[in-house]
């Protein structure tokens, strides 16, 4: 895609307003050469690569069979290497939403847990299709995904790479004070929120057959297992439930949080007081979440335990203050009694 | 049951000197906990780094001795070929080499044995080994493997045994000379690590809109229920919690 390029002098030109009796230039004109040369760029068409000059694989990890924001970025950094004559192929669980993210081609990968499959798999689909670089978000599993596949093929894995360009790649090594820096290799695995996903026009999802492989199994079993949500690392949690002031009830509190399966926290307010522990506090002086949701019951919400839950999506908010910063920042904000709603949660959650 | 812990040569990542590698110590107590006569086997040079696993938990370390910058694979091969250990432990990712984490799957698969990743907890099962493995978020899985097999330990395992000086003086290091295998050349240029910025939010098209994503503040937008009853507020909060979870 090549950008349009802007004419300084032509749009000085336009939005020239006078020349006498002095030199009069209306900046804030919002026309000229730069709306003209926008309106001629035509609605986007789907990209469709027939014939590639090569390939370039890119590993999903798609937890809960979706494409995660991680695995978006990876597809980003595909089309990277790829440029406008290689096509990019997807293998995972789901090729839903992949047009957009820069996917030419799709393979499908068994869902569920079974890496020995897997990294048999893709190492077939490697031998049979030579592609030219093979991708692999570093998360669990499919950082573990890729060191089994380079150990099917033998060849050198390039790791947790940080910066990509079409010509080099930057990784970590010896405990982050030194970092490589080489020309795109065959297998590598990028890092969380390193590389921008794609956001060009829409490319077109061809599928394609998955490649038999035989495989020699030594895991012979894998199940999820049921977590206590109070031991899970409060950065590390997906739910959280969190007193404030408005709390007075924290025997009551603690069963909620267990009855919710949720993890819980509170404010600097209550840690101050010794109500709760010191290591459940949220904030800028406590703990950064990464959750999915988080229920505040009785927290005004102070700017620093705001910086605490910026990465939250969902976020729930019960205060008797309509005017607090914590109810602007919800999205089911709920005027009340935080020790009125607790006991009714509870009863509600009661089998 | 007998166990080899695989042993590298870290470096603090601030200061840059000699230490043992934190999850290679958590992979020794796993060995511990599970009741295991544990061997440490490092090929290199050795080194305080090497020599102060003997205070965490170790009695024996095998020093395979080659030289610097050579492939310790062939030599731990080897030396697994004799010992024949029932489980080998190594730390998800070493401290101070390469940190590529990939020695464990290669000498896996040189051996020809299974390998299950990130073990937090270890247990003797009918079938062979119980692994906890974790996963992001706390959440955990249990897998069962086939012994013997390469088990790679993670960083939220168990802590490591404290440090005892009289069993670093009292443990033996046994040096024998490694195989010499020259590691595959691999060009890349090294240089001082730069931290990058990471990526806010979801939006990566124009400046104006990474912008705007980092700076706007998130404004829900969304149910705002003022004096409700507790039981309709209580409904609502699960019903929320329903759809996003």
Known sequence: MSRIRRDPREELAAATVSLAPRLRIDRAHRGGAALAVAATISAPTRIRLAEPDYLVFSVADAPGGVLSRHDRQVLGAARVLAGHNGAVMLLGATAEDAGPLGADRFMALPGGYEPEAAAALVAAAVQRHAPRHVLFPETADSGDLARRVAALLGEPLFDNVEALSATSVTRPASARRREWRAAPMRLMTIAPDMVAPYHGAPHEVEAFQPVEAPVRRGILAAAPMQVDAAEIPLNQASAVLSAGNGVKDFQGFLQLAHAMRATPGASRVVCDAGLLPRALQVGASGTVLDADVYIAFGISGAPQHLQGIGKVDHVVAVNTDLHAAMIARAELAIIADAQQVLPALLEALRP | ?245
């Open chain 2, 1 to 245: 049951m007998k166990a080899v812990v695989l042993l590298s040569a870290g470096i603090h990542p601030r200061s840059g000197a000699a230490m043992p590698v934190p999850v290679e110590l958590q992979a020794i107590a796993l060995a511990r906990r599970l009741g295991c006569d544990v061997v440490g086997i490092h090929a290199g040079q050795g080194g305080p780094a090497v020599e102060d696993c003997l205070a965490h938990g170790l009695d024996q370390i095998i020093l395979l001795r080659i030289r610097e910058g050579d492939d310790p694979l062939a030599a731990i091969t080897a030396e697994i070929a004799a010992q024949k250990p029932d489980l080998i432990l190594a730390g998800r990712r070493g401290q101070g080499g390469a940190d590529s984490g990939m020695l464990p799957y290669l000498l896996a698969k040189a051996c020809e044995m299974p390998i299950a990743a990130d073990a937090v907890a270890l247990a003797v099962a009918p079938e062979g080994l119980a692994v906890v493995q974790a996963l992001p978020r706390g959440a955990r899985r249990r897998l069962v493997v086939r012994l013997p097999a390469v088990v790679t330990v993670h960083e939220s395992a168990a802590p490591a045994l404290p440090f005892v000086y009289r069993d670093r003086l009292s443990g033996k290091i046994i040096e024998t000379s490694g195989i010499a295998a020259p590691a595959p050349a691999f060009a890349c240029e090294t240089r001082p690590y730069r931290r990058r910025p990471k990526l806010i939010g979801d939006a990566g098209g124009s400046a104006e809109e990474r912008l705007r994503a980092a700076t706007e503040q998130k404004s829900a937008g969304g149910k705002l229920m003022v004096n409700p009853e507790p039981a309709e507020a209580a409904a609502a909060i699960l019903d929320f919690m329903r759809r996003f979870q």
